[in-house]
């Protein structure tokens, strides 16, 4: 299940218990003769008000994340000292005197007792229902030594966090405790044959050169590497240091966007500015459909392949600019300056970048984020993972109808090896240095800036 599907429906139990144990306490102190429905009404909005304030500001991890009892208990007291003082503050501000305080903290102590038993018992069925899937993700270990098999261990012991599907080793080409796939320079082989989400390194620290080459080679193929034990003076990417169960873990290249809270405040802002954008620019959309029928024969949308996160094809929506377009997955043909296959409207939208509108409906699917890299062509991915052996690190995020890059002048061809190395490093460099600021930036700067307007032809 989705990290925002468990947080709605914890938002929705949530609310169902605070209002049950409302009814139940107003009953016990009120009686069924109480005539006040004005005073029942204020405390009514003010309790739901609160609580969805506090489950807001409380969003900032997955909540699926395993935690130990104490942690759980902690972070639930949290949650109600900061529920009571909202909920007090908005009760002077607004001037609600005649709420009993009895039934308002009556009403909040049942409800936090009924909200943290379900939310346990809700979660712990999520993870047993996930161990039963086996959904969550596939590794691959480097080193089937102690270190390895304790790896193995913890992910036969939490099936619902992955399963190991096989390891890599020189010295060791056989074992009953562990499925060797063949040696650590079979990498390339083995990925080919059983593709999997994730590479765990356990082999000796020494083995510099060896653990440099396989993180090269993970990007390469858009693997997320991790490193056993960590070691600061070997890497020259950013990292952070976690646990897998007690063993110390390094995740190679961290980004602000793999912060559930980040994600989740990007998505909010991408709904609302794709809607209220497709909204205002209707009529535009609409002139444009129609100049596109009456200037050429052909459907006003070009619907290309494009490759988004985790290298997962989507259908990417588009005008119309020319009179005959690439296969929607296999084109290969780049538009160059002078194109003759442009139509005349398609030269006015392509300047302007209105042709890039429709993907705002690929934003709202999902698809896309209104900031992040440029979905490229299915062919051109491959061209570029070639050239470029960090290029699909930009798939570790949703793709964007804007840029760092586009708005830096990084757009049109990427036949040298300055345009593909430019894109490239803003691309990696946006994701490694995401705010929330940078993307409004990047907004401004689309709309307004000229160097976003370069190369497009």
């Given at each position: 299940?989705?990290?925002?599907e468990?947080?709605?429906?914890?938002?929705?139990?949530?609310?169902?218990f605070?209002n049950l144990?409302?009814l139940?306490v107003a009953y016990?102190?009120?009686?069924?003769g109480?005539n006040?429905f004005?005073?029942i009404?204020?405390t009514f909005?003010?309790?739901?008000?609160?609580?969805?304030?506090?489950?807001?500001v409380?969003?900032?991890?997955?909540?699926?994340?395993?935690?130990?009892?104490?942690?759980?208990i902690?972070?639930h007291?949290?949650?109600?000292?900061?529920?009571?003082?909202?909920a007090?503050i908005?009760?002077?501000?607004?001037?609600?005197?005649d709420?009993?305080?009895?039934t308002?903290?009556?009403?909040?102590?049942y409800f936090?007792i009924f909200?943290?038993?379900f939310?346990n018992f809700f979660?712990n069925?999520?993870?047993?229902k996930?161990?039963k899937?086996?959904?969550?993700?596939?590794?691959?270990?480097?080193?089937?030594g102690?270190?390895?098999?304790?790896?193995?261990n913890?992910?036969?012991q939490?099936?619902?966090?992955?399963?190991?599907?096989?390891f890599l080793?020189?010295?060791?080409?056989?074992?009953?405790?562990a499925?060797?796939?063949?040696r650590v320079?079979?990498?390339?082989e083995?990925?080919n044959n059983n593709?999997?989400d994730q590479l765990?390194?356990a082999i000796?620290?020494?083995?510099?050169?060896?653990?440099?080459k396989l993180?090269?080679l993970?990007?390469f193929n858009?693997?997320?590497p991790r490193?056993?034990?960590d070691?600061y003076?070997?890497f020259?990417r950013n990292?952070?240091?976690?646990?897998l169960?007690?063993?110390?873990?390094?995740?190679?290249?961290?980004?602000?966007?793999?912060i559930y809270?980040n994600r989740?405040?990007k998505?909010v802002f991408?709904?609302v500015?794709?809607t209220?954008a497709l909204?205002?620019a209707?009529?535009v959309?609409?002139?444009?459909?129609i100049a596109?029928?009456l200037?050429s024969?052909?459907p006003v949308f070009?619907?290309?392949?494009?490759?988004?996160?985790?290298g997962e094809?989507?259908?990417?929506?588009k005008?119309r600019s020319?009179y005959?377009n690439?296969?929607?997955r296999?084109g290969?043909?780049?538009?160059?300056?002078?194109d003759?296959?442009i139509?005349?409207?398609g030269?006015?939208?392509?300047?302007?970048s209105?042709?890039?509108?429709?993907q705002f409906i690929n934003?709202?699917k999902?698809d896309?984020?209104?900031?992040?890299?440029r979905?490229?062509?299915?062919v051109?991915n491959?061209?570029?993972?070639?050239?470029?052996?960090?290029?699909l690190?930009?798939?570790?995020?949703?793709?964007?109808?804007?840029?760092?890059a586009?708005?830096?002048?990084?757009?049109?061809?990427?036949?040298?090896?300055?345009?593909?190395?430019?894109?490239?490093?803003?691309?990696?460099w946006y994701i490694?240095?995401?705010?929330?600021?940078?993307?409004?930036y990047i907004i401004?700067?689309?709309i307004f800036g000229?160097?976003?307007?370069?190369?497009?032809?």
């Amino acid at each position: 299940m989705k990290t925002r599907e468990v947080l709605f429906i914890l938002l929705v139990v949530d609310l169902v218990f605070l209002n049950l144990s409302f009814l139940i306490v107003a009953y016990l102190h009120y009686g069924l003769g109480y005539n006040r429905f004005d005073v029942i009404t204020d405390t009514f909005w003010l309790l739901n008000f609160s609580w969805i304030v506090t489950f807001l500001v409380f969003v900032t991890e997955d909540p699926q994340m395993e935690k130990p009892l104490s942690r759980r208990i902690i972070d639930h007291g949290k949650k109600f000292l900061l529920f009571l003082a909202i909920a007090s503050i908005l009760a002077l501000g607004l001037n609600i005197s005649d709420i009993s305080r009895i039934t308002f903290f009556a009403t909040s102590t049942y409800f936090f007792i009924f909200s943290f038993f379900f939310s346990n018992f809700f979660l712990n069925y999520i993870r047993i229902k996930k161990a039963k899937l086996h959904n969550y993700t596939e590794v691959l270990v480097v080193g089937a030594g102690k270190l390895g098999l304790e790896v193995k261990n913890y992910f036969d012991q939490n099936p619902h966090r992955g399963k190991v599907v096989g390891f890599l080793d020189d010295f060791k080409l056989h074992s009953d405790k562990a499925n060797i796939l063949g040696r650590v320079s079979d990498f390339q082989e083995v990925y080919n044959n059983n593709r999997f989400d994730q590479l765990i390194i356990a082999i000796p620290i020494n083995s510099r050169d060896k653990i440099r080459k396989l993180i090269d080679l993970a990007e390469f193929n858009g693997v997320r590497p991790r490193v056993i034990p960590d070691y600061y003076n070997l890497f020259n990417r950013n990292f952070e240091t976690q646990l897998l169960g007690e063993l110390p873990v390094v995740n190679i290249r961290e980004f602000p966007l793999e912060i559930y809270a980040n994600r989740f405040w990007k998505r909010v802002f991408d709904l609302v500015f794709s809607t209220t954008a497709l909204i205002l620019a209707s009529p535009v959309l609409l002139l444009i459909a129609i100049a596109i029928k009456l200037d050429s024969k052909g459907p006003v949308f070009y619907k290309p392949v494009r490759l988004g996160r985790r290298g997962e094809e989507f259908v990417l929506y588009k005008f119309r600019s020319m009179y005959n377009n690439d296969d929607p997955r296999m084109g290969q043909q780049s538009t160059r300056e002078d194109d003759d296959r442009i139509t005349r409207v398609g030269r006015f939208i392509r300047k302007y970048s209105l042709d890039e509108l429709p993907q705002f409906i690929n934003v709202i699917k999902h698809d896309m984020s209104v900031v992040g890299p440029r979905p490229h062509r299915v062919v051109l991915n491959k061209i570029l993972q070639e050239k470029s052996s960090n290029y699909l690190v930009r798939h570790y995020v949703l793709p964007g109808v804007t840029g760092w890059a586009q708005v830096n002048g990084w757009r049109g061809p990427t036949d040298t090896r300055i345009q593909y190395k430019g894109r490239t490093l803003h691309d990696l460099w946006y994701i490694e240095n995401w705010t929330f600021l940078l993307d409004l930036y990047i907004i401004v700067l689309t709309i307004f800036g000229v160097k976003s307007r370069k190369n497009a032809f």
